[in-house]
């Protein structure tokens, strides 16, 4: 009788601790809800220039406590937008990376305000041998007679970005160069003049610099008599001194004259009984 009553409790606590796990469930789902929204996010790859359409768009539930700023979550307030930046898939649509209301779909869309594009004709040489692509960045180079009339190279602007290679806008999906026959770089009235000049008094080259490397690079240029020029002497050590040996002069010893000798004289030789003396004449 004990044992059945035992079992009958324990099933009992079983059953409510089951329905305490699905109404706490129910309770978190319902509070999980109440705490989102949605977002518009690209449901393709969208390339700059392009105009947005609905079937470009899908919706997903997103924190509200987590809204990117910028974001939308009405389809509507995005038709024909035209992206001023790549989006790509799953990533959320934001105003930032769109062109103003009533921009219409083309490269003079993604101009950022107070630029300007302008087009270099290039070659596989010129063109980094086709591995430029719209949003890469590039110094320019030229090649031109300075004052004097000698040869001489020198960088004349840095990170200028690429906004289309060729006719074409948006960065092609295959990662194999190509080589084209114009570029077109955003830059500002003032570069767009420096440009403009340095292809008429000389020869344009473009280098390829890293998207993320922002440091500029301060140079003189190169003539060409630094091309081959020596190699500087290495640096000459001086060595200590020779200890300088003090020489001490001896007044000369002046020869004390010899005296005369004198003649002999005649000598008398006088005995007087026991003493004996000598006498000279």
Do not use: C
Request: aromatic letters at 4%; charged letters at 25%; hydrophobic letters at 45%.
């Amino acid at each position: 009788m004990k044992s059945k009553r035992a079992i009958i409790m324990l099933a009992l606590s079983v059953l409510l601790g089951i329905a305490a796990v699905l109404l706490a469930a129910r309770w978190m789902g319902q509070q999980a809800a109440s705490d989102k929204t949605t977002v518009l996010v690209a449901s393709r790859d969208m390339e700059l220039g392009q105009a947005i359409t609905p079937t470009m768009l899908e919706s997903v539930p997103w924190p509200k406590g987590a809204v990117p700023t910028g974001a939308f979550d009405d389809p509507k307030k995005l038709e024909g937008r035209v992206v001023r930046v790549s989006i790509f898939k799953g990533e959320p649509v934001l105003a930032p990376k769109l062109a103003p209301e009533g921009t219409k779909a083309g490269l003079d869309s993604v101009i950022k305000a107070g630029h300007r594009a302008i087009t270099v004709k290039v070659n596989e040489v010129v063109g980094v041998a086709g591995f430029l692509a719209p949003g890469s960045y590039v110094d320019l180079l030229v090649n031109f007679r300075d004052e004097k009339d000698k040869p001489m190279s020198r960088v004349v602007l840095e990170r200028i970005m690429v906004l289309a290679i060729a006719q074409e806008a948006q960065r092609p999906d295959e990662t194999k160069p190509r080589v084209v026959n114009a570029v077109t770089l955003e830059v500002t009235p003032e570069q767009a003049e420096k440009i403009d000049l340095a292809r008429n008094i000389g020869t344009l080259s473009l280098i390829l610099r890293n998207q993320v490397d922002t440091q500029d690079g301060a140079t003189t240029g190169v003539h060409q008599q630094d091309l081959f020029a020596a190699p500087a002497p290495p640096p000459v050590v001086a060595s200590a001194p020779a200890p300088v040996k003090k020489v001490v002069r001896r007044a000369p010893v002046k020869p004390v004259p010899a005296k005369p000798v004198e003649e002999p004289k005649d000598r008398v030789e006088v005995i007087r009984g026991l003493q004996k003396a000598t006498a000279d004449f």
